[in-house]
């Protein structure tokens, strides 16, 4: 079983920068697809990044492309998504997610098999 912590969110006005961070359980986190996703008030769930095992490629959403960074640190069993020039349009639940393959489709919500239990991040106006 895979377990993953998500922690980091909070409440920043416009523009300002978070950092989120999902720890997650397991010896072969090396080997995970790992995944940010949010769900804003109301709404469903949408894709924001993703990072295949290595690093080495990076995928974002439109909307995230250009101020949020997804990295990861292997050694630590840690992924981030450092977030910048935050909107209010931003503010909503962020849920990391894992997999054990390696996703084509890594935008989809019902690739992955693991979740984390979320972080509130609200962006004021």
């Known amino acids: 079983q895979v377990q993953l912590v998500e922690s980091g969110g909070g409440l920043v006005q416009t523009g300002g920068s978070l950092r989120l961070s999902c720890a997650a359980s397991g010896r072969t986190f090396s080997a995970y697809f790992m995944g940010w996703f949010r769900q804003p008030p109301g709404k469903e769930r949408e894709f924001v990044a993703a990072?295949?095992?290595?690093?080495?490629?990076?995928y974002y959403a439109a909307s995230a492309k250009g101020r949020f960074t997804i990295s990861r640190d292997n050694a630590k069993n840690t992924v981030y998504l450092q977030m910048t020039t935050l909107k209010p349009e931003d503010t909503a639940v962020y849920y990391c997610a894992a997999d054990t393959h390696t996703l084509v489709s890594y935008s989809n919500v019902g690739q992955y098999a693991y979740w984390g239990q979320g972080t509130q991040v609200t962006v004021s106006s």
């Open positions: 990072i295949p095992w290595n690093g080495r490629i990076t």
